[in-house]
């Protein structure tokens, strides 16, 4: 990316005629506040304790996410001390490309600052692209007892409410999280985010209810493996406990599978399309993890009972991968048309420039 400011941008230069449309994730806050440490944990497995020796980030660094082709996307974690008046601060073409805003604000600290930047950032970014998610991490509470993260939150969603009212702007959705890096919090925080982006989340949701209506099956989620996010799951209220054991199932499936799967010079990858794992809970629950593409599985719960029906699940779950297989088909002749269309509007940029007909870019 072209730099506008001294230590400012980092990474690539920045490619106006992108061949792919990322969906865009800003992580904003104070310094100190996690930032870092949380996209470490989430994307780079990085454990919680190691995040303590982390430096605090001076510049702007940008990070791809293309795990699978549902779970694609930008994060831009942003140094604390960034000044929206500073005219090097390009925030427009920045908060033009964005699909998710992520302000992080440290529960176990003084909030009034941070409420103050996160009214600054909301309103700019609000002005240059009403279609921005905007999504407050209430983070570090893993120290708080319940019913203190409950008095946290309410009293920063009223403040930033009030706020955003005072200015006129009420039209404007802040959505609240409460999270920690030491327990699974905030991976279901970023499932959350990430799901707003996803155009085909109402379709991988209808084929989730259609699924598990039709195999006895009382809940499942679709996640990427690596990262542990839940890329959807079907209309059942979700319920953290369960959440928590899917994170714990993958981790156990991974950990085995690279403890005991390819040796030598065998060629592939730990997790693949053989991939699956059954566990009897000590409930009369039994979870059923089965592979659905490279990056994805499928995670369920069910009665013991009903998974004696083990055929008729299989047999339903080809079904299932067969139209997640469609809907993956599909998105790439999407993102081939927009190559495609990015292609010529740049040959045609250039032919122009080169003609000297600047009125025509412009226009």
Request: proline share 3%; charged share 25%; glycine share 4%.
């Amino acid at each position: 990316m072209g730099t506008r400011g001294p230590g400012v941008w980092d990474c690539d230069d920045f490619d106006p005629f992108s061949s792919e449309v990322k969906p865009r994730i800003l992580l904003m806050g104070l310094r100190r506040s996690g930032k870092s440490s949380i996209q470490k944990v989430v994307f780079h497995k990085m454990s919680p304790n190691e995040t303590l020796f982390l430096e605090s980030t001076n510049k702007i660094c940008r990070e791809d996410v293309s795990n699978s082709s549902f779970v694609s996307f930008q994060i831009w974690d942003f140094p604390g001390q960034i000044d929206f008046f500073d005219p090097t601060f390009d925030y427009e073409m920045i908060f033009r490309g964005t699909g998710a805003l992520i302000f992080v604000i440290d529960s176990q600290d003084d909030y009034v600052e941070a409420l103050s930047r996160l009214h600054l950032t909301v309103t700019r970014a609000y002005k240059v692209n009403p279609d921005i998610n905007f999504e407050v991490f209430i983070h570090k509470v893993d120290g708080l007892s319940d019913d203190h993260k409950i008095e946290k939150q309410r009293d920063i969603h009223k403040r930033a409410s009030d706020d955003l009212a005072d200015a006129g702007l009420e039209r404007i959705h802040l959505s609240f999280y409460l999270t920690s890096i030491y327990d699974h919090s905030i991976f279901e925080a970023f499932s959350k985010v990430v799901q707003k982006l996803i155009p085909q989340l109402p379709t991988l949701e209808n084929l989730l209810n259609i699924f598990i209506s039709n195999s006895g099956i009382e809940k499942a989620f679709l996640f990427d493996v690596v990262s542990k996010i839940y890329i959807a799951t079907d209309s059942c209220p979700v319920d953290m406990q369960t959440y928590e054991l899917c994170c714990d199932m993958i981790d156990v499936v991974i950990d085995i599978s690279c403890i005991y799967g390819l040796t030598g010079d065998e060629v592939g990858t730990p997790y693949d399309k053989e991939s699956m794992a059954i566990i009897h809970l000590n409930n009369t629950t039994v979870m059923y993890l089965k592979e659905v593409t490279k990056f994805l599985a499928l995670v369920c719960f069910l009665r013991e009972e009903s998974f004696e029906r083990i055929g008729l699940i299989d047999y339903n779950f080809h079904c299932f991968k067969k139209a997640i297989e469609e809907v993956f088909d599909m998105r790439l002749k999407v993102q081939r048309s927009r190559k495609l269309l990015s292609q010529r509007r740049a040959t045609y940029c250039l032919s122009a420039i080169q003609n000297g007909n600047i009125d025509s870019v412009v226009h």
